[in-house]
Antibody, heavy 127, light 111 residues
Framework: EVQLVESGGGLVKPGGSLRLSCVTSEFTFTNAWMTWVRQVPGKGLEWVGRITGKSNGETTYYAAPVKDRFIISRDDSKNTLYLQMNSLKTEDTAVYYC??????????????????WGQGTMVTVSS | QSALTQPASVSGSPGQSITISCTGTSSDVGGYNYVSWYQQHPGKAPKLMIYEVSNRPSGVSNRFSGSKSGNTASLTISGLQAEDEADYYCSSYTSGSTLVLFGGGTKLTVL
């Protein structure tokens, strides 16, 4: 069974940093485009950013609220996705999910249809 | 960029059909056939129910269907069942500064 397992969440003070990890298994991680989505408890989903696979240059793209503060990276040898969060703000408090797109009919919907999700990890930014 | 617009709540009785709307702009919903719908039960991760406006992933009941007209997409659930009670989110690919926009979510109550 495909698994995505996030870790690294916790309590951090405003201005601090945190690194989230997403370990995948039973899944061809190499070259899969991976995405981070967050959700404030009780609120809606928010796209955070995405990284393409190595064959596509590991290109990253970020939502405006996190651009220049968050960095997405990956280690294909460890089947692991990362989210480095710097200069954290109280509004970054949320559950963070890693996810990837559905592949069907020879095409993968990496940027529009998220099919596999982790269980999420909670990040709380508070003094 | 603003989130896509969904009704905050809808309700229906078992066996009935309901429709949830998702309104965007010509830069997202209206401009691409890349609208998806997600079901989320409390404390769980979202589950993809519809992608590319009307396609169902393997294993999703055919009671769930999607459509789009102009800048508004819709999710219809027929033959409502108790287990359908959940939050539903739409999403769309967008040409804006964010690649993907989500709707604010709709709470479905099965009466």
């Amino acid at each position: 069974e495909v698994q995505l397992v996030e870790s690294g969440g916790g309590l951090v003070k405003p201005g601090g940093s945190l690194r989230l990890s997403c370990v995948t298994s039973e899944f061809t991680f190499t070259n899969a485009w991976m995405t981070w989505v967050r959700q404030v408890p009780g609120k809606g989903l928010e796209w955070v950013g995405r990284i393409t696979g190595k064959s596509n240059g590991e290109t990253t793209y970020y939502a405006a609220p996190v651009k220049d503060r968050f960095i997405i990276s990956r280690d294909d040898s460890k089947n692991t996705l990362y989210l480095q969060m710097n200069s954290l703000k109280t509004e970054d408090t949320a559950v963070y999910y890693c996810t990837t797109g559905i592949c069907s009919g020879g095409r993968c919907h990496y940027d529009d249809a998220f099919h596999m999700w982790g269980q999420g990890t909670m990040v709380t930014v508070s003094s | 960029q603003s989130a896509l617009t969904q009704p905050a709540s809808v309700s229906g009785s078992p066996g009935q059909s309901i429709t949830i709307s998702c309104t965007g702009t010509s830069s997202d919903v209206g401009g691409y056939n890349y609208v998806s719908w997600y079901q989320q039960h409390p404390g769980k991760a979202p589950k993809l129910m519809i992608y590319e406006v009307s396609n169902r992933p393997s294993g999703v009941s055919n009671r769930f269907s999607g459509s789009k007209s102009g800048n508004t997409a819709s999710l219809t659930i027929s033959g409502l069942q108790a287990e359908d009670e959940a939050d539903y989110y739409c999403s769309s690919y967008t040409s804006g500064s964010t690649l993907v926009l989500f709707g604010g979510g709709t709470k479905l109550t099965v009466l």
